[in-house]
């Protein structure tokens, strides 16, 4: 394979054409050469973006394209499982829009075909591959915080359309499904922890799906909250809270959109010390490392087992908030 990934894109998402593909676009290491829709108006954002990019009447037509390398995958949530494992099976590397499945029986499935076929599949989420969480982490493992004794999450945003997809059933949307990766995720991801017991689960139930889920667990080293929401007003926070200080990431789900990412360290006496991330564009950053895990067979830091640990905890979130 060539040091320069062709990447197609399955389906014109407005997330595609506003985030994704721009991000392909700017990465190092590839090229966005390929769009899979039916309509060529759809198209046309596309073809701005990379002119003369070649255009697939069907997701079947573009995963049958020789000259593409690897897909991305923005469909509704039901339907990642299924395009995900169609495109590996002909031949092309995968990263598909979180979460990549709706069950951790699902990513079993999404498991044994990488390893049948030999081609990457991996789950997109961009903050892993920010570097406030890199920096987070240290500090974490190096003992600034001392103990730690307590996180909190919170990510919210306000959609209350029935047509969305987030507020369909037979999508896979819900808070859970939209969210749920990023409020629980990140708290494996910075504390290499998974929760031991949980404590509580409160659900919201609206149009069939869950709306607003508030939980407790309990982790073997700390008490977690967490909430969840698609009718509050937009916020996220984590705050991770120590024997000796407090880490805070003010933005740690959607920096540039929501504001300017930042690491925040509270010790005693009022003392803050701050570091901040003004330019860090994280889509761009995790197709970079796509790109480097194919072409230069570097490591993918976040393997599809990862992924499995998170919608595991996901799952048993949903089997408590719906009994």
Known sequence: ???????????????????????????????????ATSSRDK???????????????????????????????????ALHVEWSQK????????????PIAMTAEGIDALIETRDRTGKLIAEAWMIA????????????????????VRVDSTHSFYNDDLNNIRNRPETGGGALGDIGIYAFGSIRLLTGQDPQEMLSVQTDMRNGVDATTHITARFSDFLYTGRIS?????????????????????VPFNAQVFGQASVELHRSGGNVE????????????????????????????????????T???????????NG
Request: net charge negative.
């Open 274 to 309: 701050t570091w901040r991330f003004p330019a860090e564009n994280h889509y761009v950053l995790q197709v970079e490392a796509f790109n480097r895990a194919v072409s230069e067979a570097a490591d993918w830091p976040l393997p599809l087992e990862f992924s499995r640990g």
């Open 230 to 250: 698609m009718r509050a007003a937009p916020w996220q926070e984590i705050v991770v809270h120590g024997t000796s200080a407090v880490l805070r990431l003010p």
């Open 311 to 321: 919608q595991a905890w996901i799952d048993s979130v949903r089997v408590i908030g």
């Open 129 to 148: 591959h920010h570097p406030q969480y890199a920096k987070a982490r240290a500090l974490i493992q190096d003992g600034a915080l001392g103990e730690i």
């Open 43 to 77: 198209a046309r954002p596309f073809d701005d973006l990379a002119p003369g990019i070649a255009v697939h009447d069907s997701y079947e037509a573009l995963l049958a394209d020789p000259s593409i390398d690897a897909v991305y995958i923005p469909l509704p949530n």
């Open 1 to 35: 394979m060539a040091d320069h990934l062709r990447w197609g894109i399955l389906g014109a998402a407005k997330f595609a054409r506003e985030h994704m593909a721009p991000a392909i676009h700017a990465a190092r290491g590839g090229a966005l050469a390929a769009i």
């Open 87 to 98: 495109a590996a099976e002909t031949g092309k590397h995968v990263l598909c829009e979180k």
